[in-house]
Every structure is written in C-alpha cells, then in structure tokens.
C-alpha cells in the first residue's frame, strides 16, 4: 500500500527534523521552511497531510492555510496548525481558516503522533466513501436509464388516449398502458407504485410486459389483472405495490368497465360538462394473492364522454410554504374545464396532450416550488 504523505511547514530547522524523525517510519515526509515554499510543494504535489507552523516570517501559517482551502484543488489536504500560540482565540482563528486540528508548542512526541494518525485515517476513510458513492451513483445511473429504455415499449396504442406526466427524477413511480385486442378491445390502465424515483420505477417493464403480452394472446382483462397481482405479490418486497385504475371499452365503444385498486377516484366527463366519480374499491395489487377481480362498475357510454385516470400527484399536490390544502379534485375539474380547447380532437387519432400539460403545470404552479411536487400522471380516455 502507498505510504501518505506528509509535508512539515516550520521556519526553525530543529522542529521541522523532530517532526520528521517522529513520523518518518509511517510516511514520506516533505519539507518546507517557508509560506511560499510550502503553498508551491502543496500546488506541485499535493500531500495527504500538512502540519503548518503559524509564526513565519514571509506568509503565516493562516494565510498559508486559507489559501490552501479556497484552492479547489487542494481544498481537501488536511491543515493541523502547529504553534506556541496557546491562546483560545489563537486556535479559533485557525480552525476558522480551515484547519481541522490545532497542536501547541512544546510538542508531545505521542499526541503529535496520534492526531496526525487519527487525521490521515479520518480522510482516507472519508476518500473511500466518496469513492464508493461515485461508484454508487454511475451505478445507479446506469440502471435508471435501462429501466427508463425498458419502460418505452412499442405497443402502446394512443388512439382515444391523450395524457401528460410530470416527475421530479428521471424515473417516476407512474406508468400509463393502452392496448387493444385482437376484436378492438381497449385496455388503458394507470399506475401508481408506491415511493418514488428508481424504486418505485423498477417493477413498470414487468407490469408493462404481462400486460401486453397478455392482451396479444386476447386475454380477458380478469386474467390480467389476476396475473400482474400474482407476479407483483410474488416478486416484490412487502412495502412495494401498484395502484392501479383500469378501463375496458368494448369495440363498439358503448360498453366501459372499470377498476379502481387504490387510486384516485375515476371522474366522467359528460358532453353537458357534468362530472362523477368512481372512487377505489378494493386495495391496491400486489399485496394480497386473493384480489377482487370482477369490475368494479361496468357503465353504458356514449360519444363524447371523457373519463379521467390519474395518480395521487395530480390531487394531493400542496403549498406548504404557504400552508395550502391539496389542489385537490374539484380544483382539478375547473382546470380541465378551463381549457380553450378540448384535450382530444376526434377527426385525428394522435392524442392532443398540450391541454393536460397545462393542467399539471397549473398544478405545479399551485405547489409553488418546481421540485416539491409528487409524481403526476393525468389521462384522459375519449368515448
């Protein structure tokens, strides 16, 4: 292993050769006898210590410390202040410059001895953790990503869909699927799991994948639900599970069935601009193996109804600078009211999802703060 080194600072020759005499068996030890030799020695070739006399007679050892830790390259290197100074404001002045130890003259051979070691194995340790969170970060960087890769899949349908989502990290807890059958089915789910960032992202690309999958194979929507509840329950930690609101339209699009596993409650939409809600009927997957499966509300629709899935950010956004309630949900119906136009345009089938994005920044707007907002999700199903 590579001894440290050490670089002794002290204008008077017979300290600067006991110092080095106590110390040289366990480091390499650099010599300066001056503030601008040693400012030059720490520039050149920065040691992992520095023991620095006060009294000299060009630069003090204050300003040789100061100048060290406003250096950003050599704010790091450890300062212990050496002086026959042994006034408590003599120590505070020198802590404040940035040193971390202060040793008064006479030296004691053995305290000297100890503070230096204790020092040197303070910062490697201190390297060593700030290397392995580097290591921790790229790492974690990496993976976001992949599960970012994973979560685009091609067999998203838009057609009768628009949504926005907003989150604070790259990966969010929310996900939104839409797919149809082999006979023009449409499934639209949206999903919440619980926690944020990479944890609450890691089981989407699972879910994501049984879902379609599933819907390929025509699946019944009941078989869905009943396998991503199982893999959820089987695969994740107890403290990690999906809410989920689902919608199945039938292919004539007059018949809609929904689910509502720990989400916000379902609203509707309807072309004289009255609004219902559906609210969570059962808790959300993942968590028991016997979930409720059957529909929780099956409904006759008619063109130009709107329903809404959205996650728990949407509604339960506050100002808590200013210690306002929630946006809440009746907020969030004026919102979408507000809107110039509406959110889809029926003679296109690309959804039109500029009218959600304001309302989510309307939102944010709300939180007053652009990083304190929890992951939001809004979707808008057209009839």
């Known amino acids: 292993m ?28 650099r010599t300066a006898f001056n503030g601008n030799q040693a400012l030059e020695s720490v520039k050149n070739f920065p040691p992992d210590l520095v023991l620095l006399d006060i009294l000299m007679p060009d630069l003090n050892g204050y300003e040789v410390c100061r100048r ?35 040793i008064t003259k006479p030296l004691s ?5 100890a503070r230096v070691k204790n020092q040197i194995l303070f910062h490697q340790t201190q390297r060593q953790l700030e290397l392995a ?30 949504y926005a989502s907003r989150s604070s990290e790259l990966n969010s807890g929310d996900m939104v699927l839409s797919g149809f059958d082999s006979q023009q089915t449409q499934y639209v789910m949206v999903a919440d799991f619980t926690g944020h960032g990479l944890t609450a992202a890691i089981g989407g690309p699972l879910v994501s994948y049984i879902f379609y999958r599933l819907i390929k ?17 089987l695969s994740l930690p107890v403290n990690l599970f999906m809410g989920a609101a689902i919608a199945e339209i039938s292919a ?12 916000e409650d379902i609203l509707k939409l309807d072309a004289e601009k009255h609004w219902s809600s559906f609210e969570s009927k059962a808790c959300a997957l993942g968590i028991i193996e016997s979930q409720e499966i059957e529909p929780h509300y099956q409904l006759s629709v008619q063109p130009g109804e709107r329903f809404y899935l959205m996650s728990d950010g949407v509604t339960e956004t506050c100002n ?47 939180a007053d703060d652009p990083d304190d907002f929890d992951d939001m999700t809004l979707l808008e199903l057209n009839i």
């Not at 051979?109 to 001895?113: F, K, N, S």
């Open 320 to 366: 808590v600078a200013q210690k306002q309630r929630m946006f809440g949900a009746e907020r969030l119906k004026q919102a979408i009211l507000d809107l110039n136009e509406p959110v889809f345009d029926e003679n296109i089938e690309q959804p039109i999802c500029e009218g959600l994005e304001q309302v989510l920044q309307q939102i944010i707007d709300y």
């Open 252 to 263: 004539d699009r007059r018949e809609l069935k929904l689910w509502n596993y720990g989400m």
């Open 109 to 113: 051979g053995a305290i000297l001895a």
């Open 68 to 102: 060290i830790k406003t250096n950003p390259e050599t704010k790091h290197i450890p300062v212990i202040l050496v002086s026959g100074m042994d006034q408590e404001g003599d120590e505070i002045i020198g802590l404040e410059a940035g040193a971390i130890d202060y």
């Open 217 to 233: 194979k025509d699946q019944a929507i009941d078989k869905i639900i009943r396998e991503i509840n199982r893999v959820l329950t």
């Open 2 to 29: 590579k001894r440290q080194e050490i670089l002794i600072v002290d204008d008077a020759p017979d300290i600067v050769l006991f110092m080095e005499s106590l110390l040289e068996d366990e480091y390499l030890i």
């Open 133 to 162: 969170n580097i290591e921790i970060s790229m790492e974690r960087d990496t993976i976001e990503r992949i599960i970012d890769r994973m979560k685009v899949v091609n067999e998203f349908e838009e057609k009768h869909v628009a």
